[in-house]
């Protein structure tokens, strides 16, 4: 994913962003830089995801799961989760 992210150049700042919901989620990514390369940051949002998908195992999606049922247990409300 890093050598996706230094094609961008002047990029200032770059996020995933993952919201949960009941039984899906939101994934996303956040970029910041000049904006002179907008297609740049576009494209490589569209790569990022599905290169990522690709090498996503049963083991990682057990993993994430568990992160997010500790995660769900240790909040008071499930608007601190989505933040």
Do not use: W
């Amino acid at each position: 994913m890093h050598e996706y992210l230094r094609i961008i150049p002047e990029l200032q700042r770059y996020d995933a962003i993952y919201s949960p919901y009941s039984d899906c989620g939101i994934f996303g990514h956040y970029f910041f830089g000049n904006p002179k390369f907008t297609k740049h940051m576009s494209y490589i949002g569209g790569i990022v995801g599905e290169s990522m998908a690709h090498y996503l195992t049963d083991i990682e999606v057990t993993r994430a799961k568990n992160k997010l049922y500790s995660e769900l247990l240790s909040v008071q409300s499930a608007s601190d989760v989505m933040q």
